[in-house]
């Protein structure tokens, strides 16, 4: 079977757009959640979220042509940049390709196409809702041939798209594979919907101190948007170019818990199974993991239940293996939220630095894993895990191996 690599990588968020700035924030603990300005959010629970600068869309202008621009979401305008910064950092030339074994998978949940969405008209409204819309802007942006979808699975949706990249390129369908997700619900609707759900933090002062994974107090998740795109090949055609390749996918699981809507299965049973058959897949054993990107949403079941299903894969070592939340940095940006913290554990194996879960302040007595409270680490790994979680049950997990120089 042939090893899936990672050769490009491109990310925005609250903290940057750009790689290189997302990752110099990360690693210095800074917290992208703001008071909401997008919108009045004088009636609602929620007024505070990890936006993505303004700055975007004077960004996005040399990214995007304008017609093209003007039938997409701006959180559909982020995919694409994103994809385009990955192809960039990847050195491919798509003129040099084989396109009909060039393929797109985007996790999505939300195009973004809500109440606060500007300039939609009925010529471009049908565009700005498609889901699809996301890869299909990617593929024809490079005349690609190969298979070219979409996938929603809650929280896990990019996640699943980097899995289901891995398996385009294992079985032979694909040699490039660009995976990531993009995602917005940063909108009175949602923020509404959420807080009927007791689902998000209502800790509006200070924002950045909302988005507390682990902690005692926390009070429920900070809600991100952004994107993130990684491009895999297989690493016979990965080298044949003389690529930089920046990790290995190992390998993955996918399980479904079939419990509840909402809710993950007690005790953290159905995580610990996905995380298990990760490790198995990809033949990577507890004891060579070095870092566990967690789910790590601030809410009280994902972080209770996340802990106790690493308890029970790693068993004594679990206390001695690294753990994370990025989400207190970036806050759950859904859809976007695996391709995001996949980028994250890439880097985090490349440079030997691991970034912290901030605002550690109040451990929870329960909750006693090494979380790297509040500063990064420095700690040369060879193999990481991140784990995503979803509503419906969607569970997934991916196994990276540090890639020899």
Known sequence: MKKVVVTGMGMISSLGLDLETNWANLISGKSGVKKITRFDTGDLSTQIAAEVSPEFEEFSRAYVKKRAASQMTRVTRM????????????????????????????????????????DTTTQNTVFKAMTNSMPAWISLEYQLQGPNFAVNTACASSAYAI??????????????????GADS??????????????????????????????????????????????????????????????????????????????????????????????????????AEVGYINAHGTSTELNDRYETMA??????????????????SMLGHTIGAAGAMEGIITVLSLQSGILPPTINYDNPDPDLDLDYIPNKAREKDIQAAISNSFGFGGHNATLVFKKYPT
């Open 79 to 118: 995919c694409l940049v994103a994809a385009k910064m990955a192809v960039t950092d990847s050195g491919i030339d798509f003129k040099n390709e084989d396109k009909t074994r060039c393929s797109v998978v985007i996790g999505v949940v939300n195009t973004g196409n809500s109440s606060v969405e500007k």
């Open 185 to 286: 619900i940063i909108n009175p609707e949602e923020i509404r919907g959420f807080n009927a759900l007791y689902a998000l933090s209502v800790a509006n002062d200070p924002p950045e101190k909302a988005s507390r994974p682990f902690s005692k107090d926390r009070d429920g998740f900070v809600i991100g948007e952004g994107a993130g795109v990684l491009v895999l090949e297989s690493e016979p055609h990965a080298l044949a170019r003389k690529a930089r390749i920046r990790a290995e996918i190992a390998g993955h699981a996918l399980t479904s818990e079939g419990y509840n809507i909402m809710a993950p299965m007690g005790d953290g049973v159905g995580m610990a199974r996905t995380m298990e058959a990760a490790l198995r897949n990809s033949g990577v054993t507890p």
């Open 163 to 180: 899995s289901m990249g891995c398996d385009l390129i294992r079985t032979n369908q694909a040699d490039i594979v660009l995976v990531g």
């Open 310 to 327: 690493i308890k029970r894969v790693f068993g004594e070592l679990a206390r001695h293996v690294p753990v994370s939340s990025t989400k």
